[in-house]
Structures are given as structure tokens and as C-alpha cells.
């Protein structure tokens, strides 16, 4: 499916009938048990994160939850995080990398929340902490970009050893809507704006920003068990490529992948040199 | 009576003329551009040179202006003590977005830098700190790729040299032009700070107006000691954001230094005129070594 245009993808990407975190957790962990809260303020419906078993291995998911029907969807606040539900992810990962536990994390967010209680306890200060924090757990982690990757919302559980993305899912630094405003002044113009902004599991591929493109066969909102049985063949062979890597290892090779990202140019004394992500 | 009028008439002719001659010959006052600078707060016309000794705040109001990153040196640390690192990194256009290229130019300009951020070493009161400053008036102090790259050295070469580190923010955030690389830059300068984290080195972050967005949500929100100074915005989302979503106004105050400070999210708020005297107060609480 990769003639499909960008603005294609975001479509499908956002398609009513594509499946949420919630199936892709019963589907591939019918035994996971949901723990909540953060333990100082809320348990935030937007991300669910819990414990079950992967693949014969006890594993902690945490994941951005859309919800499926429109009562579903305000519960969860349409997958759109408080500070509240970074820090549970955070205390869960935390729990994680105690019990020596493998986490799975699953992006599927338009952003993190903007409202007024959401600044008030710290957005900011909750996502930037995650970032910083997850690079040092010393226990591996998987990341899945399972629909959208909105922004820094995004981010603030998708830092880790084996990046993921269904091939039609986009990740981007904001919405191609957002983008369109800004740069066009006209929200309308979001089609031609997810052409400029290089938002597709090729285009991140090709920086080095994803490890591995996962195939959705006819699209997940068609036959999902494709894409399920790509995601634990994928997980299998992360699984099998970290679980015996010395930490030391691990960590060094995570804090290189994210040391390495960028693209600009450095002049020397004589030369020019252009570095990129090699 | 008609000699009287005629007469009279002659006068007046004779008179306007005058005047207008009069009005003629008033040339304008010469005065330079800039030489009165409007405060935008209070209104009142500020002479620039009394801005400038007084920390570019204004003088009857106290709203403190913005002022750029050669300006923040200059009021941080001690005169003559900045070593530029990495001055020689440029963006490119990895996207390429259009009209990129114009803005960085304009920027280049603008400001005289390569990019929005320029750091280094220096010393203040004789304490060696590693230093970085991002400036606003450089496509809005925005976290690319080169600001990204260049932070993130910043954090390395203070934990390779066992400096303390301070980075005045300023900045709109993640910088749109160059998309998930921008995004990615949050990652990378927090993971660096990760590890100068772990070596046990303190990290002042100095959000001053404005610090909002990629830059809020990464390093400059990972300070052992979060500093905002007077005056300054400060947040995650952008209030128009905000008001779309939400539909409905905005509190009184939101997401100013006061707000984050009633909230918990800084240390202490600091009027710009106490900053320095501030910081070495704190750098002095931490400081082991001898004063260089």
C-alpha cells in the first residue's frame, strides 16, 4: 500500500472502524490486568497501563486509549493525556524496571491535553520528565506508533530500545490541521500539509526516527489480525534481540539512537561536513 | 471704508502668508529610530539608553522587555568570562519546507547568530558554570535540529568538565519547519540530561518569557532548580489553543510566572535585576572547588 498519499494515510490512520489500544492489548494479552492511578492526583482514562503476558513473558503496557464508541471516547478523552496519566506511566514503568519486567508502550494520541487543569498541574513538567526518565530504565522497552503520533503527547511514552509503526499510523510534531494553520493560516489546507510534513512510517524510516515499519495487510480496519500477527512476530524478534543484552548495553545503545537524531550542518576549519543520522 | 476693508484685507493676505511661510520654515526635530522605545504595558515612551542600564526593564511599570541572548550574557555573567562552544553549526532544510531558508536568514540577521541558541563557558562572580541562552528574536528562540545539536553538547561538555549547568529559556518550542526531527530534540537533550543528572551536577533552568511548547516539555523543565524570571509566560499548550478546546476564557494570570509558581511547577520567581545575584547565591551552595 505504499502509492498511498500522505493525507491517504492520515485518513486511515483516523478511520472510525481501525481498532484502539484496548483491542490490540485483548488480542495479544487476554490476560492483562489494568492497574490505575497515579497515586497523587487521578487515575487519567486516557492512558490505560497495566501488566500481561506477551509471548509466554510477563510484560507492562501502558497505552494511549482513543476509546471505540462515543460514550468510550469521552471517558477516555479521545486518547488525550493530563499530566495525571504521564505520571501513572511513569510509576508503572517504574514498577516495570523493579520487577525487571519488559514494558510495551502504545502511541495513539492527537496530543497531549490543552486545558487549563492540564497546565495548572504541569503538562510540561510531566512530559518532560518522562523523556528523561525513560531513558535511563533499566529494563527494555518496546514502543508501537499504533495510529497517531501527536507531539510531544507522543513522545512522553515513546522513548525506547525498538520503535514500531503500523504502516498506515503517521507520528509528527503536531497535527497536519495545526500545521496547516500555522504555516498556511488555514486549518483547511491540512491535505497538502501532510505532504510537506513528512509524517508516514516511510518518511520516519528513512530518518531513522522508527526502527521497523509493521504491515497492516488491507488496513486494520479491515483485517486486524494481520497487523496483530506482524506486531508479535516484530515483538518476538525485539524480545529475543534484548532480553539477554546487558544493561550497560541497553542503555548506552538507547541514549546513541536518540544521541544521533538531527540533521544540520557543521562547518570545519576546511570542510564541510554534513551530519545526519549515521 | 472701503480703503478701511481693502486695507484690512491686504493685512490678512499679508498675514496668512506669513504664517504659512512661518509654518514652513519649522523643520523636524531630528530624533534617531529607536531612541524612545513604547512600553508595551504601560505605554509610556521609555529613552532607550535608560532602558538599557536598567536591565531592559521599563522603568515605570517594571515590565521587563525581551532582550536578547548577547544581552543576557551581558547581564548574567562576569564581563569578558564567555568562551563560545559550537558556534560554527548551521540548519539546513531536511524537509524542505518552504520559505525555510527566507525565515533563517531573516533570523541570521535578525540577531547576528547562527541560531537561536548560543552557549559556552563562563564564570559568574568567579564560579565557572557552562551557559546557553536561547534567543527569541531567532524564528522565536524554536528547537530544531541545530538547537537541539547544540544544547545537548552544552550538557555534555558540562558533565565532561564537572561545570554546573544554567540555560536561559526563551523559546515558542519545537521548531514546525523541521517536523519530527524538531520533536526528536526533545528526547535528545533530555536523555543527555539523563546523564548529567546521574554524575550528580546541578542544572538551574531559567524559563523567562516566553518558554512554552517542546522546549517547556524537555530540558527546560528538568532543572534541579527551576527558576522563572518576572514577567514571563510560561506553559505546555498556547492559550489560543487552549480557548478553542475548551471554549471558554482563559483565568486572569494564566500561565504567567505567578501562575507556575501558585502551582508548583517553578522554585522561585526572580526579577530580572536579582537574577545574577541570585544564581551565584545558588551556584555557591553547590560550589566545592576553589574560585577560579
Known amino acids: ?278 | 471704508m472701503n480703503d478701511f476693508l481693502d486695507q484690512r484685507k491686504k493685512q490678512l493676505e499679508e498675514f496668512k502668508k506669513n504664517v504659512r511661510k512661518k509654518t514652513t520654515t519649522y523643520e523636524p526635530i531630528d530624533i534617531p529610530d529607536g531612541l524612545f522605545i513604547k512600553c508595551e504595558q504601560c505605554g509610556a515612551a521609555i529613552y532607550e539608553k535608560n532602558l538599557e542600564t536598567n536591565h531592559m526593564i521599563c522603568p515605570f511599570c517594571d515590565a521587563h522587555f525581551r532582550v536578547n541572548a548577547k544581552k543576557r550574557l551581558d547581564l548574567t555573567i562576569d564581563h569578558g568570562s564567555f568562551k563560545e562552544i559550537n558556534d560554527d553549526i548551521d540548519s539546513v532544510n531536511p524537509l524542505n519546507m518552504p520559505d525555510y531558508e527566507d525565515k533563517l536568514e531573516k533570523g541570521k540577521k535578525m540577531t547576528g547568530e547562527h541560531e537561536a541558541f548560543i552557549s559556552g563557558t563562563a564564570e559568574i562572580v568567579g564560579i565557572p558554570v557552562a551557559i546557553g541562552v536561547l534567543d527569541s528574536h531567532f524564528m522565536m528562540g524554536s528547537m530544531g535540529s541545530v538547537v537541539g545539536e547544540k544544547v545537548t553538547r552544552l550538557i555534555e561538555h558540562a558533565s565532561n568538565h564537572k561545570l554546573p549547568l544554567i540555560i536561559f529559556s526563551a523559546s515558542g518550542g519545537a521548531r514546525m519547519q523541521e517536523g519530527i526531527l524538531s520533536l526528536m530534540q526533545m528526547a535528545k537533550t533530555s536523555a543527555a540530561l539523563y546523564y548529567f543528572d546521574q554524575k550528580g551536577l546541578l542544572f538551574i533552568s531559567v524559563l523567562t518569557n516566553p518558554t512554552t511548547g517542546g522546549v517547556a516539555a524537555s530540558f527546560a523543565s528538568l532543572g534541579d532548580i527551576n527558576i522563572a524570571e518576572k514577567s514571563s509566560l510560561i506553559g505546555f499548550a498556547g492559550a489560543r489553543v487552549i480557548k478553542q478546546t475548551i471554549r471558554q476564557d482563559l483565568p486572569e494570570g494564566f500561565q504567567t510566572d505567578q501562575f507556575q509558581l501558585e502551582h508548583g511547577q517553578v522554585d522561585l520567581v526572580v526579577h530580572r535585576k536579582d537574577m545574577r545575584k541570585t544564581l551565584y547565591k545558588l551556584l555557591q551552595f553547590h560550589h566545592k572547588g576553589e574560585k577560579a
Open chain 1, 1 to 278: 500500500m505504499s502509492q498511498l498519499t500522505a493525507w491517504e494515510r492520515v485518513k486511515l490512520a483516523r478511520h472510525p472502524k481501525r481498532p484502539t489500544a484496548q483491542t490490540v492489548i485483548k488480542s495479544l494479552s487476554p490476560d492483562f490486568i489494568e492497574l490505575h492511578g497515579d497515586r497523587s492526583f487521578a487515575d487519567d482514562r486516557a492512558i490505560i497501563g497495566g501488566i500481561g503476558t506477551i509471548l509466554g513473558v510477563p510484560m507492562t503496557i501502558i497505552a494511549e486509549e482513543k476509546g471505540i464508541t462515543t460514550e468510550d471516547k469521552i471517558k477516555h478523552n479521545f486518547g488525550m493525556p493530563h499530566p495525571e496519566g504521564y505520571r501513572k506511566a511513569m510509576r508503572l514503568m517504574k514498577q516495570a524496571e523493579k520487577f525487571k519486567r519488559p514494558i510495551l508502550c502504545i502511541i495513539d494520541t492527537p496530543g497531549a491535553y490543552p486545558g487549563i487543569g492540564a497546565e495548572e498541574r504541569g503538562q510540561a513538567q510531566a512530559i518532560a520528565f518522562n523523556l528523561r526518565e525513560m531513558m535511563g530504565l533499566k529494563t527494555p522497552i518496546f514502543v508501537l506508533v499504533l495510529s497517531e503520533g501527536g507531539s510531544g503527547g507522543a513522545l512522553a511514552i515513546g522513548v525506547g530500545d525498538h520503535i514500531m509503526m503500523y504502516e498506515n499510523s503517521i507520528y509528527a510534531i503536531l497535527s497536519p490541521e495545526g500545521f496547516a494553520s500555522i504555516i498556511y493560516k488555514d486549518a483547511s489546507k491540512a491535505d497538502h500539509a501532510a505532504s510537506l510534513m513528512k509524517l508516514t512510517a516511510d518518511d520516519l524510516k528513512a530518518f531513522d526516527i522508527i526502527d521497523e515499519i509493521l504491515p497492516e495487510g488491507e488496513g486494520l480496519h479491515v483485517e486486524p489480525e494481520i497487523g496483530f500477527e506482524a506486531l508479535k512476530k516484530a515483538l518476538q524478534q525485539a524480545m529475543k534481540k534484548t532480553l539477554k543484552m546487558k544493561t550497560d548495553k541497553l542503555l548506552s545503545d538507547r541514549y546513541k539512537k536518540y544521541r544521533h537524531m538531527g540533521v544540520f550542518l557543521e562547518k570545519g576549519e576546511n570542510n564541510e561536513k554534513k551530519q545526519s543520522n549515521d
